[in-house]
C-alpha cells in the first residue's frame, strides 16, 4: 500500500481494516460522512469557539473569525451564552452539509456540553482552563531512515518522507516550570477498540497508538515540554481517561510508528474486516462506478486481476493524495 503520510484516524483505520485503509489512504477515496460523525463536529466544533474565546481573554487580542460561524469579540467568555453557539453551529451544519438533524441528534449535543463543562465542578470546562491552543494543527515530516518513501502513481511521482498529520482538541498548561502540558480529547463515541471491541481504560490506554501518536507530534514540536498528560474524554458516560507522557515514551513510540508504517507499505494484499462492522462501512454499500460492486469488493477484486501497483496507477485520486501532504485541518 502506499502512504505518504500517517495520522491518527489513518493509524486507527488500519487496525480497523486493512482494505478500508487502502481505499481511504492509498487511493484518497473518502468515506460517506455519517450523521454521528457530523454530530461529534457540530460539539468539537463549540468547544473550539468556546475555548478560542477563552484564549482572546487570555492574549488580548480582540477577535477571531471562525470560518463557518462567523466573528466573535474578546469579551468574557462566561458572558457567551454556550447554547447559543451551538443553536449558530447545529443551524449551520444543517443549512451547508446533509446532516438533516434530529431533536434527539440537538439533546445529545446539548447532553455532552453540559456533561463536559458540569464535571467534578467544571475541571475541564476549557474556560477554567490555562488554554495553550484550541484545535492544535500539525503536519511535519518525519525525517529517518525508515520514513523515506517513493510512490509512483500513474504517470506521477510521489517521494519524500513520511509526514504526520493531525489535529488536537484542546492544549492546556498544568504547570510551568517543569513545563507540562494536558492534552483534552473529546469522544463522542463508545469507549471501546474498535479494532478488536476491547474496552479502552487504565490497563490499555498508555499502550494505544493515538495516545502514542499525539505525544510523539506535539512533544516534537514543542520540545520545551517535559511531560505531556493526555486525556480522552468520553461524552457518553462523563469520563476522563488520563495517560501520562514522558520523553522516554517517544522512543517506544518511534518504533511503533516505524513497525506500522513498515507493515502499511509492504502490503500488497490487504486484509478484509468481513465481520459485522462492514455495516458501518460506506465501502461496503453503493455500486462502485457503474462495476455492480461496493468499492470495498471491486478493489478485492481488481487487485487479485491486476496487482496492486496498477489498481493505484488507474484509481488512485492523485489530487486527494498530494492534499493530504500540503495544508488544511481534517478532524480526526
Ligand atoms: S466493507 Fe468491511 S472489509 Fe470492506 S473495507 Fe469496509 S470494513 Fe473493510
Redesign the pocket.
Same mark, same amino acid.
Given at each position: 500500500m502506499i502512504s505518504p503520510f500517517l495520522r491518527s484516524s489513518a493509524l486507527n483505520t488500519h487496525e480497523?481494516?486493512q482494505?478500508?485503509f487502502f481505499?481511504n489512504y492509498s487511493l484518497g477515496i473518502q468515506q460517506i460522512v455519517n450523521s454521528a460523525v457530523q454530530k461529534g463536529s457540530i460539539f468539537h466544533k463549540v468547544m473550539e469557539i468556546i475555548a478560542k474565546i477563552a484564549l482572546l481573554n487570555k492574549t488580548g487580542e480582540p477577535y477571531f473569525i471562525d470560518e463557518d460561524i462567523g466573528k466573535f469579540e474578546n469579551r468574557d467568555v462566561f458572558s457567551y451564552d454556550i447554547f447559543d453557539i451551538l443553536n449558530k453551529v447545529y443551524n449551520f451544519f444543517v443549512e451547508n452539509t446533509d446532516f438533516e438533524g434530529s431533536p434527539s441528534d440537538y439533546l445529545d449535543c446539548q447532553t455532552w456540553i453540559k456533561n463536559i463543562l458540569e464535571f467534578n465542578d467544571g475541571d475541564y470546562d476549557p474556560r477554567k482552563r490555562n488554554i495553550v491552543q484550541a484545535e492544535q494543527f500539525f503536519d511535519f515530516e518525519l525525517k529517518r531512515d525508515w520514513s523515506k518513501y517513493k510512490f509512483s502513481v500513474g504517470e506521477n511521482n510521489l517521494e519524500g518522507h513520511v509526514r504526520l498529520r493531525g489535529t488536537v482538541d484542546l492544549i492546556t498548561e498544568v504547570s510551568e516550570s517543569p513545563k507540562v502540558w494536558e492534552i483534552v480529547d473529546y469522544k463522542t463515541g463508545l469507549r471501546k477498540n474498535w479494532a478488536n471491541d476491547k474496552l479502552k481504560d487504565d490497563s490499555n490506554l498508555k499502550d494505544d497508538i493515538q495516545l502514542r501518536f499525539y505525544h510523539y507530534a506535539i512533544s516534537t514540536i514543542f520540545p520545551d515540554v517535559e511531560d505531556i498528560i493526555i486525556t480522552l474524554f468520553y461524552l457518553r458516560e462523563s469520563a476522563p481517561f488520563p495517560v501520562y507522557f514522558t520523553k522516554s515514551d517517544m522512543l517506544i513510540t518511534e518504533e511503533m510508528l516505524k513497525n506500522k508504517y513498515m507493515s502499511i507499505i509492504n502490503n500488497q494484499r490487504p486484509k478484509?474486516?468481513?465481520d459485522y462492522?462492514?455495516r458501518f *462501512?460506506s465501502?461496503?454499500k453503493g455500486d462502485f462506478q457503474n462495476s455492480g460492486q461496493?468499492a *470495498?469488493e471491486f478493489f478485492r477484486d481488481k487487485i487479485l486481476q491486476i496487482g496492486m501497483p496498477k489498481v493505484i496507477d488507474k484509481y488512485a485520486d492523485l489530487k486527494s493524495l498530494k492534499q493530504y501532504q500540503g495544508g488544511g485541518s481534517v478532524r480526526e
Open positions: 480497523v481494516c482494505q478500508q481505499i478484509l474486516r468481513n462492522k462492514c *462501512c465501502f461496503s461496493p *470495498c
